[in-house]
C-alpha cells in the first residue's frame, strides 16, 4: 500500500466557498449601502459591484508556479478604469476583490478541514460506532519484512474486536526512541470518505506504540490495554514465527 496525501473532504471545501462568497456579498452590500448616497444614477450598480469583486478574485494557475496568478484582479483594474460613472465606488469594489484574493492564499480549506476531522484523532480515520453487518473492513497483517502474515475481516469477531479498540488510541508526541517496528496492518475500510478508505499503522512488537502515515506527515499514538490485549493473542504469534 502506497502512503497517499489525503484530499480534503467535501464538508471543507463547500465551507470555504460558502465563507468565500458570504464575505463577497457582505462586501459588496456594505459597499453599495455606503455609496449609495454620493453615487451617480447608474443603472445595475449593485450588479456591477458584486461583478468587479468576482472578477478580481478569480484565479489562473500554472503548474510550475507555487502561488495562483491574479489575472482577474488585473481584467478587472483594466475595465474599472475605462469606467467613465462611479469610478470610485467600482475601485473600492476591484480593491477589496484584490484584498479577498489575497485571503483566498491563505489555508482556510485545509485549517476548516483540520477542525472537523483532526489529524492527530485516530476517530477522524476510523468508525467511532463499527456495524460489521453494515461496514465492511480487511486488514492485511505484514511482518518487518513486509511478508504477509494473516488476512482478518469484519467476519471475524477478534478483528471487529481490534478495530474498536484501534479507535480508543491516544495520541503521543512521538514514539520512545527505542521504538522498533515490528509488524503493520493495512486496513481497508468501506468509509463514506475515500480518503480514508486505505490506511497503514506500524506497531512495535508489543501493539503499544504506533505511527500513522496520512500522507503528509506521522501521527504517533498509544494504544489501549484492551488493544495490546487483542495483539497479544491475535498478531504477537505471528512475531514469534518469524523470530
Same mark, same amino acid.
Given at each position: 500500500? +502506497?502512503?497517499?496525501?489525503?484530499?480534503?473532504?467535501?464538508?471543507?471545501?463547500?465551507?470555504?466557498?460558502?465563507?468565500?462568497? &458570504?464575505?463577497?456579498? $457582505?462586501?459588496?452590500?456594505? *459597499?453599495?449601502?455606503?455609496?449609495?448616497?454620493?453615487?451617480?444614477?447608474?443603472?445595475?450598480?449593485?450588479?456591477?459591484?458584486? &461583478?468587479?469583486?468576482?472578477?478580481?478574485?478569480?484565479?489562473?494557475?500554472?503548474?510550475?508556479?507555487?502561488?495562483?496568478?491574479?489575472?482577474?484582479?488585473?481584467?478587472?483594474?483594466?475595465?474599472?478604469?475605462?469606467?467613465?460613472?462611479?469610478?470610485?465606488? /467600482?475601485?473600492?469594489?476591484?480593491?477589496? &476583490?484584490?484584498?479577498?484574493?489575497?485571503?483566498?492564499?491563505?489555508?482556510?480549506?485545509?485549517? $476548516?478541514?483540520?477542525?472537523? #476531522?483532526?489529524?492527530?484523532?485516530?476517530?477522524? #480515520?476510523?468508525?467511532?460506532?463499527?456495524?460489521?453487518?453494515?461496514? &465492511?473492513?480487511?486488514?492485511?497483517?505484514?511482518?518487518?519484512?513486509?511478508?504477509?502474515?494473516?488476512? *482478518?475481516?469484519? /467476519?471475524?469477531?477478534?478483528?471487529?474486536?481490534?478495530?474498536?479498540?484501534?479507535? +480508543?488510541?491516544?495520541?503521543?508526541?512521538?514514539?520512545?526512541?527505542?521504538?522498533?517496528?515490528?509488524?503493520?496492518?493495512?486496513?481497508?475500510?468501506?468509509?463514506?470518505? +475515500?480518503?480514508?478508505?486505505?490506511?497503514?499503522?506500524?506497531?512495535? +512488537?508489543?501493539?503499544?506504540?504506533?505511527?500513522?502515515?496520512?500522507?503528509?506527515?506521522? #501521527?504517533?499514538?498509544?494504544?489501549?490495554?484492551?488493544?495490546?490485549? $487483542?495483539?497479544?493473542? /491475535?498478531? /504477537?504469534?505471528?512475531?514469534?514465527?518469524?523470530?
Amino acid at each position: 500500500m +502506497e502512503p497517499h496525501a489525503l484530499a480534503f473532504s467535501s464538508e471543507s471545501i463547500r465551507l470555504t466557498y460558502l465563507i468565500d462568497f &458570504g464575505l463577497m456579498f $457582505i462586501i459588496a452590500i456594505t *459597499l453599495w449601502l455606503r455609496s449609495i448616497k454620493q453615487a451617480q444614477p447608474e443603472q445595475f450598480l449593485f450588479l456591477k459591484i458584486v &461583478g468587479y469583486l468576482f472578477l478580481s478574485v478569480f484565479t489562473f494557475h500554472i503548474q510550475s508556479l507555487p502561488l495562483p496568478l491574479p489575472l482577474g484582479f488585473i481584467v478587472a483594474y483594466l475595465l474599472m478604469s475605462k469606467a467613465v460613472t462611479n469610478r470610485s465606488i /467600482k475601485q473600492k469594489a476591484v480593491l477589496l &476583490g484584490g484584498a479577498l484574493f489575497l485571503f483566498n492564499l491563505l489555508p482556510l480549506t485545509q485549517q $476548516i478541514d483540520q477542525l472537523l #476531522y483532526p489529524r492527530d484523532q485516530m476517530s477522524s #480515520y476510523l468508525h467511532k460506532q463499527l456495524e460489521p453487518s453494515n461496514t &465492511g473492513f480487511s486488514m492485511t497483517i505484514l511482518d518487518s519484512h513486509n511478508q504477509i502474515r494473516d488476512s *482478518l475481516s469484519e /467476519k471475524d469477531a477478534d478483528a471487529v474486536k481490534l478495530y474498536a479498540a484501534l479507535v +480508543e488510541s491516544k495520541r503521543i508526541a512521538a514514539v520512545p526512541s527505542t521504538w522498533q517496528p515490528a509488524v503493520s496492518i493495512e486496513l481497508r475500510q468501506e468509509h463514506e470518505q +475515500e480518503r480514508f478508505r486505505e490506511l497503514q499503522f506500524i506497531w512495535d +512488537e508489543q501493539g503499544r506504540y504506533l505511527t500513522l502515515f496520512n500522507g503528509e506527515t506521522t #501521527y504517533s499514538f498509544e494504544s489501549s490495554e484492551a488493544f495490546r490485549a $487483542i495483539f497479544k493473542q /491475535k498478531i /504477537k504469534p505471528y512475531l514469534s514465527a518469524e523470530l
